[in-house]
């Protein structure tokens, strides 16, 4: 893998997603980090599908303070886009 190859990343990260359990601490980790590459990608429904993942899967994660508020700015950009 190349060093900055964001799509090899989501690739890699979603492999141990698949290979984790949900209930994997390190799942919402997972989950918030492929948040933030949704977002960059401006995808704000699938960052919102993961940051709600960390919210409710994984409520006491140290993740989940930055879940919500990634989940809000996504919610937010993603009405300003549907508007036009």
């Given at each position: ?67 919500k508020l990634g989940g809000a700015?996504a919610a937010s950009r993603s009405r ?5």
């Open positions: 893998m190349e060093a900055g190859d964001p799509d090899e990343a989501e690739r890699l990260l979603r492999v141990a997603r698949d290979q984790m359990h949900t209930r994997h601490p390190l799942d919402g980790d997972a989950c918030y980090i492929l948040g933030r590459m949704s977002q960059d990608k401006r995808d704000w429904k699938i960052a919102n599908s993961f940051y709600e993942i960390v919210v409710v899967n994984h409520p006491d994660s140290r993740m989940a303070p930055l879940a700015s300003r886009t549907t508007r036009g």
